[in-house]
């Protein structure tokens, strides 16, 4: 970030992946340059053509000096990731792990809104009754890249994959979901699976005990992940800030996106709380490979996702802004919408709705 005497820029890394990634960025990128004209900053973007074609092309998803390149950044802005013909632990550990675990981003956050306009499969829901947000721990768990294979292509082939807990990486997980909480409804869910593995997610209830202690107000509720993503299903409006491990946080939230309305309304923010690494902030829809080219992939979730970046680097006001005109938008039945939200229009319609909103 610079400052003059008149004016603060942001420099922002752009990565618009795959798929609809640079389609909706290319397209909603006008929206977010308003927004700050709007309220008198500047951007200074910096695009890096990173992803799946890359890989085709040099073997990697993004350059070995990637990281170095990003590291100066005030935020980064993910599009999205995924190809038919890579397969996808190929792009999950060639692009997005190095950058969460490099900077450290180790709060994976995802809010579960049901937006006012918007049906809930579920029956009896209406506007506000879901409203969740999902603390996921990002870097370590059930991610980390311990194990390997051996004995390839004989009768007795064995593959060893190994989680990792820390007791720093689950405390500063737990006491940050801890926070949300108090600041919230004081509420928090811990889910684990800790009958099956007694030493990684019993060690993860303890820490969540010794934290609780820090925060008498907010309730503590234990499920097992199975029952959580049952009752994601059955009681969605009982939940307020769930906290969980890489794997159980990266299921649940897609149970999320689909109950309050579609995986195109979710956004998310992988968060390093410090200022020693830039954070990031994709729409987890994926690079949805059988519309792209189409110009119909909703560009709600980026803009959303922007919206947390805004607040993330401290422009609150702006991403209230336009937090509040996806809000107002789809809360209006004539105005324009994506064929997953039930209508016929494109990206581009949805975005200069949004952009007169403002």
């Known amino acids: ?66 990281l170095a390149e990003l590291a100066d950044a005030d935020s980064i802005f993910l599009g999205a990731v995924g190809h038919p013909e890579v397969p996808d632990h190929v792009t999950l550990h060639g692009l997005l792990l190095p950058i969460r675990k490099g900077f450290d981003q180790y709060v994976c956050k995802r809010p579960n809104v049901l937006f006012e306009g918007i049906e809930s499969p579920l029956k009896g829901y209406g506007a506000g009754d879901i409203d969740f947000v999902v603390y996921r721990e990002n870097t370590e768990g059930e991610y980390a890249d311990i194990g390997g294979r051996e004995h390839r292509g004989l009768g007795h082939e064995t593959a060893v994959q190994s989680a990792l807990f820390t007791r720093q990486g689950t405390e500063r997980i737990v006491r940050a979901a801890f926070q949300a909480a108090a600041e919230r409804e004081g509420h928090l869910t811990s889910v684990t699976k800790s009958n099956a593995q007694a030493h990684s997610m019993v060690f993860w209830d303890d820490i969540v005990e010794e934290v609780s202690e820090e925060y008498p107000g907010v309730t503590v509720e234990r499920l097992l992940v199975d029952a959580a993503s049952m009752d994601l299903i059955r009681r969605p409006h009982e939940f307020d800030v769930l906290v969980a491990s890489n794997l159980f946080g990266d299921v649940l939230t897609d149970i999320g996106a689909q109950i309050t309305g579609s995986m195109g309304l979710a956004p998310s923010g992988n968060i390093h709380p410090g200022e020693e690494y830039p954070s990031m902030f994709e729409p987890v829809h994926g690079s949805a490979p059988d519309i792209v080219g189409e110009g119909v992939a909703n560009p709600l979730a980026s803009v959303l996702s922007w919206s947390m970046l805004l607040e993330d680097v401290g422009e609150e006001a702006a991403a209230d802004a336009l937090w509040s005109a996806v809000i107002g938008q789809i809360s209006d039945q004539s105005a324009p919408r994506t064929p997953d939200l039930g209508g016929d229009a494109g990206t581009e319609a949805v975005v200069e709705d949004l952009r007169s909103r403002l």
């Open 1 to 66: 970030m610079t400052e003059d005497q008149t004016t603060t820029t942001y420099d922002i890394e752009l990565i618009p992946g795959d798929g609809i990634g640079p389609e909706v960025l290319d397209v909603a990128l006008p929206l977010f340059q308003d927004v700050a004209d709007d309220y008198g900053f500047e951007f200074d973007f910096t695009r890096r053509d990173w992803g799946t074609e890359y890989y085709l092309e040099h073997g990697e998803m993004m350059p070995e000096d990637g």
